[in-house]
């Protein structure tokens, strides 16, 4: 279950880290899975105990993947053929074409913008080879000299690294209390009170907002950053 939300800002902060944790222990086995499958799809299904076997008894390590090459051909027709969008009125809601079509265009813009980066294809590839895959939608200053902002859509860095609510049941993940996403980035130092006094002033900015906030924890010699959105 969701933890309820309290009002103190350290309360708040144990609260989210607690339901990171909750969430990231619970979908861990289909994590697992996730890159079990992907492996033996995409590189090997020859474990290193199977490896070591062979070996053994002088025996080739040999392997025939009929799995790589459907999975791959539908891959390819995708990417030749990806889906796209229509915007449409609300039945008896009075809307102006010309309204329709300036959504619908400026929505097939911002899918094309990801799709530059491989996103329709790559959420595909997933959902093939590992079972499941997830879209991201932010926004970005226009570029470093204006406030301006834009809206982009995005494959997730790795979809192991998302999470939700345990008790959303949708597909599409809209019933979740919160969501969050883990993302590596550069770290330069591995102290640990370092680490601490960041977690520190960032629950300390953390408001009762529907904004995205960091938060950063020590893994190895680096940093790993999650956003954390509540709906």
Not at 43 to 59: F, P, V
Not at 122 to 140: A, R
Not at 167 to 174: F, G, L, M, Q
Not at 215 to 230: A, E, K, Q, S, Y
């Amino acid at each position: 279950m969701v933890d309820a939300v309290p009002t103190d800002n350290q309360a708040q902060f144990k609260r989210i880290k607690r339901n990171i944790e909750t969430s990231f222990t619970n979908f861990r086995k289909n994590n697992d899975r996730f890159h079990k499958f992907f492996k033996i799809v995409f590189e090997t299904a020859i474990t290193q105990s199977d490896e070591a076997a062979l070996n053994t008894m002088g025996k080739p390590i040999l392997e025939f993947n009929i799995t790589n090459a459907p999975i791959s051909r539908l891959c390819g027709e995708f990417s030749k053929q990806m889906p796209s969008i229509e915007v449409k009125a609300e039945d008896g809601m009075p809307v102006e074409p010309e309204v329709i079509e300036c959504v619908e265009n400026h929505l097939r813009h911002i899918i094309d913008e990801a799709n530059k980066h491989n996103a329709q294809y790559n959420i595909y590839k997933d959902q093939l080879g590992g079972g499941f895959s997830g879209w991201k939608v932010v926004t970005e200053y226009a570029h470093e000299l204006t406030n301006n902002q834009k809206i982009i859509a995005r494959r997730v860095y790795e979809p192991t690294l998302v999470g939700f609510d345990r008790n959303a049941r949708a597909a599409s993940k809209e019933d979740s209390e919160y969501c969050y996403e883990f993302y590596p980035t550069p770290f330069f130092g591995s102290s640990g009170l370092r680490i601490f006094a960041i977690l520190h002033t960032l629950s300390g900015m953390f408001v009762l907002l529907v904004f995205v906030r960091q938060f950063g924890f020590n893994r190895r010699n680096g940093m790993f950053v999650v956003h954390v959105l509540f709906f």
